[in-house]
Antibody, heavy 119, light 110 residues
């Protein structure tokens, strides 16, 4: 059974940093692109970033470029999102998702971890 | 990277069919057959319902179907059931190698 478990969310002050983690199990982690998606309270889904199988290709939504870094450790079957210079508008539930076999959809999702940005 | 446009809400009676539209541009929906649809119940993670415009993952009811014409994709739910009441989001690959989601549609079963 595919499982994705996020952790690392919490309360952080504007301008602060946070590192999210996503532990994967039940599939060959190194075979799939992986993605972070966020959802602000009461709002819609927003694609944040993705990373290819060996970690060399990374893409970001414009609003987080230069502030967020996606990475992965295939040996630990883990996905990460380093978030720096956090802003109030970054507050959201952050979901880790596995990209489908063709890399064009998100076929499994974690339960999400909540990030709150407030002073 | 503007969000794809979906109607805010769609409703129907049990047994009826409803269709949700998802409008983008030639840089996303119109340029690729990489549109997917997600169902999200309150407080839950999204669930993949349709991928590559019209394909259903294993385990998803055949009451759900997808299509695309030009820059607009559509999700149709036939034989509407109470359990279909949820938020639905489309997503598309884009020409910047990023992805974009739709604005979301709340489906209400009357």
């Amino acid at each position: 059974e595919v499982q994705l478990v996020e952790s690392g969310g919490g309360l952080v002050q504007p301008g602060g940093s946070l590192r999210l983690s996503c532990a994967a199990s039940g599939f060959t982690f190194s075979s799939n692109w992986m993605t972070w998606v966020r959802q602000a309270p009461g709002k819609g889904l927003e694609w944040v970033a993705n990373i290819n199988q060996d970690g060399r290709e990374k893409f970001y939504v414009d609003s987080v470029k230069g502030r967020f870094t996606i990475s992965r450790d295939n040996g630990k079957k883990s996905l990460y999102l380093q978030m720096n210079s956090l802003r109030a508008e970054d507050a959201a539930v952050y979901y880790c998702a596995r990209d489908g076999s063709q890399g064009n959809d998100f076929d499994y999702w974690g339960q999400g971890t909540l990030v709150t940005v407030s002073s | 990277q503007s969000a794809l446009t979906q109607p805010a809400s769609v409703s129907g009676s049990p047994g009826q069919s409803i269709t949700i539209s998802c409008t983008g541009t030639s840089s996303d929906v119109g340029g690729y057959n990489y549109v997917s649809w997600y169902q999200q119940h309150p407080g839950k993670a999204p669930k993949l319902m349709i991928y590559d415009v019209s394909n259903r993952p294993s385990g998803v009811s055949n009451r759900f179907s997808g299509s695309k014409s030009g820059n607009t994709a559509s999700l149709t739910i036939s034989g509407l059931q109470a359990e279909d009441e949820a938020d639905y989001y489309c997503s598309s690959y884009t020409n910047t190698r990023a992805f974009v989601f739709g604005t979301g549609t709340m489906v209400t079963v009357l």
